[in-house]
C-alpha cells in the first residue's frame, strides 16, 4: 500500500550550518526533483526548501526504503556525507508524515507559530513538482488537502492576526494611534539592525517619509540610500522632532538622546499633535518621563515585549484549535488513502461482469434476429440492470470495508473469488483522468 514519507532538516532538528547545506535555489530544484523521482522506492515527490527547513515528501510501497533512498540523494546531490548530517534528519510516514505536511501549511511547526510566509513558499514547492512531473494522485491530493486545511486554520483561529515580532509590534501600535501612515514622518535615530528593521516594517505598511540619523552621518546616509530615507546629523535630531509623528532610538549612547524638555517643545510647535516613540536601545535613549506627557505615546523594550508575550499567548490558545483541523484533516485523508486500496478491485470486478454481460447479449440476440433495434435496446438495459443490482451490494460493502482492518482482507477474497486481474497500475490511469479534466 502506498504511504506518504517525510524527511528533512528543520530549525527544530538542525543547526543553521547544517541546513544551509541542503538548500535547494529554483534553479537547481527542478534537476533535484528529477533525480529524486529516479530513485527506485520514490513513486512521487516534492521538496521543500526555506531558510528554516528542506523536506522531501514522497509517496512510496516501502516507506523503509523510501526514506533511505532520500537521505541517499540528500547525500549524493549536496555532496555531504551522509553521517555528517544523519543524527539531524527528521523521518516520518503514514499518519504522522500527513499530519506533519498540514501542521506546516498552516504555519504550526513555523519558528514564528502563525506566520503567513510558509503557505506561499509550500504552494511554490508543489508547482515545481508538478512542472517537474514528481507528483501523481497521492500528492496531489495531500498537497490540495494541505493548502484546504491551512485556509481552514486561517479562517477559523486568525492564528496570524497577532503581531509576534518586536517590529511588527511596533507598526501594529503605530497604526493604532494614527489611521493613515502614508502622511506621517518617522524619525530613526541609530543604524542598528532592530531599528532598521522596524523602520523596513514602517515603510512596508505605508511610511513614505523617513529621516534617518545616526552619530556617523555616514551611517546615516549608507541607510538612507538603502530606505530611500533622508539622512540628516545627529546635533539636528532635536530641530527636527516636531515634524515628526513617528520616533525610533536604536543607539549605543550611554545617556538619553531625546529628554523631556525636548518633547514638550516639540509638541508645542505641533500643537499638541501626537507622538508615537518606540525606544529599542538599551540602555535607553528616551527619557522614560517623556511617557508621562499627554499626546506622547512612549514604548521601551519590555513595553513592546510584553505586547509580544501577550500575543503569543493569543496565538497559542489558537494554535490547539488549527491542531485540532489538521487532525481532522489526517483522518480524511488517511480514509481517501487507504480507500484507493480497493479500487483495481471494484474496477476489474465491473470489468468482467461487463464482459460477461456483453458477450451472453450477444450471443442471444444473434439467436433472434427478427427483434427491432427497439427490443434489442430493451434486453440490453435489462441485462445491464441485472449487472448492477448483483454488484451493487458487494461494492457498496467493499467501499464501507476499505478504510477499516479488514478491507484488504475483503478485497482479496474478492479477487479469489472472481478471478479477478487487479494488479493493473489504476493510479496512473486516474491520474490521466485527473489531467484530462483540468486541461
Not at 532598521?196 to 505605508?206: M, P, Q, V, Y
Not at 545616526?214 to 530606505?227: G, N, V
Not at 506622547?296 to 497559542?316: A, E, Q, S
Amino acid at each position: 500500500m502506498l504511504r506518504i514519507v517525510v524527511v528533512g532538516l528543520t530549525h527544530q532538528t538542525a543547526p543553521v550550518e547544517i541546513r544551509e547545506r541542503f538548500s535547494f535555489n529554483k534553479a537547481s530544484l527542478q534537476s533535484g526533483l528529477e533525480r529524486l523521482q529516479s530513485k527506485a522506492n520514490v513513486e512521487e515527490c516534492a521538496i521543500l526548501s526555506t531558510c528554516n527547513r528542506v523536506e522531501v515528501y514522497a509517496v512510496s510501497s516501502d516507506t523503509e526504503a523510501c526514506a533511505e533512498d532520500i537521505t541517499a540523494f540528500l547525500s549524493e546531490y549536496h555532496d555531504v556525507p551522509p553521517e555528517q548530517f544523519a543524527p539531524y534528519l527528521n523521518v516520518m510516514n503514514g499518519g504522522t508524515a500527513v499530519k506533519h505536511l498540514f501542521r506546516v501549511s498552516s504555519s504550526l511547526d513555523s519558528m514564528v507559530l502563525g506566520e503567513p510566509q510558509i503557505l506561499g513558499q509550500m504552494k511554490e514547492a508543489y508547482s515545481a513538482a508538478q512542472s517537474a512531473g514528481t507528483t501523481g494522485l497521492i500528492l496531489n491530493r495531500l498537497f490540495h488537502m494541505a493548502f484546504f486545511i491551512a485556509k481552514k486554520v486561517r479562517y477559523n483561529t486568525k492564528i496570524g492576526s497577532q503581531a509576534v515580532s518586536v517590529s511588527y509590534v511596533a507598526v501594529e501600535l503605530a497604526k493604532r494611534i494614527f489611521d493613515d501612515l502614508e502622511e506621517r514622518t518617522t524619525l530613526l535615530i541609530g543604524t542598528g539592525d532592530m531599528g532598521e528593521l522596524t523602520a523596513k516594517h514602517l515603510i512596508s505598511a505605508g511610511i513614505k517619509d523617513l529621516v534617518i540619523a545616526s552619530r556617523t552621518f555616514e551611517s546615516a546616509r549608507t541607510l538612507a540610500s538603502k530606505l530611500k530615507g533622508t539622512p540628516i546629523k545627529i546635533e539636528e535630531v532635536h530641530y527636527y522632532l516636531s515634524k515628526v509623528d513617528i520616533l525610533i532610538t536604536a543607539t549605543g549612547s550611554s545617556d538619553f538622546i531625546i529628554k523631556r524638555n525636548h518633547v514638550t517643545d516639540a509638541l508645542k510647535l505641533r500643537r499638541n499633535e501626537p507622538m508615537f516613540m518606540i525606544d529599542i536601545a538599551v540602555p535607553r535613549d528616551i527619557d522614560p518621563r517623556v511617557g508621562e506627557i499627554g499626546n506622547v505615546y512612549l514604548y521601551d523594550i519590555d513595553d513592546l515585549n510584553g505586547v509580544l508575550d501577550d500575543n503569543l499567548k493569543i496565538r497559542r490558545k489558537y494554535a490547539e484549535i488549527a491542531e485540532e483541523i489538521a487532525e481532522q484533516g489526517v483522518k480524511y485523508y488517511e480514509t481517501w488513502l487507504d480507500g484507493l486500496k480497493v479500487v483495481p478491485t471494484i474496477i476489474s470486478l465491473q470489468q468482467k461482469f461487463e464482459s460477461i454481460k456483453t458477450s451472453e447479449v450477444e450471443k442471444a440476440l444473434a439467436k433472434m434476429d427478427t427483434l427491432s433495434e427497439r427490443e434489442k435496446e430493451i434486453i440490453e438495459a435489462m441485462a445491464s440492470g441485472i449487472i448492477g443490482k448483483i454488484l451493487h451490494s458487494p461494492l457498496t460493502k467493499l467501499k464501507r470495508k476499505a478504510s477499516k482492518s479488514l478491507g484488504a482482507l475483503y478485497s482479496n477474497t474478492m479477487n479469489e473469488l472472481f478471478e479477478l486481474d487487479s494488479h493493473f497500475d489504476f493510479l496512473e490511469e486516474e491520474q490521466e483522468e485527473d489531467n484530462e479534466a483540468s486541461a
